[in-house]
């Protein structure tokens, strides 16, 4: 999930290009798959993914390729489940994101384009830099959300899906462990792994950005 920060960067500032018509329209739109439920969501990319009369597939299937079947194939279930989770989450990014570009005073873009700097050099040296402490509490909080993954992914891939060796998160290994497996005990050490694994990127995280976040 932490690949789409960027995506999440690009969008909040193309929605908070001056004069942009509808952009609330659009942030609503975007923030919508964030509070709905994930069996919900589940539902409807289970019918998109599928591998008989899927929309995936039909689309791929107009330029001539044949889709495979995305839920049962080890690989291409990795994919569709990280894209699902791309698209869920996106919507938080861009209003974090979004508030925090309505803290850049506009004065700065207007002097760098005095100063000849083109609208990706403006993106660069003036929007990125002034948006790293956004982006940093987004990095945080994506992190924690996908060592917690569970819901979303046992709702696409259920629980008897051959390719949940290969997909499952720590939270959905701790779920077979302490519910199906009926072994408490395991289950208990993956969950203290678990809440270690998130103490310690996390404290590497604000080790860590000191270096690139500008107060």
Do not use: C, H
């Not at 290009?17 to 509070?35: D, H, K, S």
């Not at 696409?156 to 199906?180: D, E, H, Q």
């Amino acid at each position: 999930m932490l690949a789409g920060i960027p995506i999440a960067v690009w969008l909040a500032s193309l929605l908070n290009t001056p004069g942009l018509r509808f952009a609330q329209f659009y942030r609503v739109l975007f923030f919508l798959p964030y509070v709905a439920m994930p069996a919900a969501i589940a539902l409807v990319w289970r019918i998109m993914f599928n591998g008989d009369y899927g929309i995936v597939n039909w689309f791929l299937g107009r330029f001539g390729i044949d889709g495979p079947y995305w839920i049962s194939t080890p690989g291409f279930a990795l994919v569709a489940v990280s894209l699902v989770g791309l698209w869920s989450s996106l919507g938080f990014s861009m209003i974090i994101l979004g508030a925090g570009l309505k803290d850049i005073p506009p004065e700065l873009y207007e002097a760098a384009e005095l100063d000849g700097a083109s609208r990706w050099r403006q993106f660069r040296s003036v929007t990125v830099p002034l948006l790293t402490p956004s982006i940093f509490f987004v990095v945080i909080v994506t992190t924690i959300s996908s060592f917690q993954l569970f819901d979303l992914l046992y709702a696409i891939l259920g629980s008897t899906n051959p390719v949940i060796p290969k997909t499952m998160s720590l939270v959905f290994y701790f779920y077979s462990a302490g519910f199906i497996d009926n072994d408490k005990g395991f289950a208990a050490a993956i969950a203290m792994v678990i809440f270690v694994l998130i103490g310690i990127v996390t404290l590497v995280q604000f080790r860590v950005q000191k270096r690139w976040v500008q107060a």
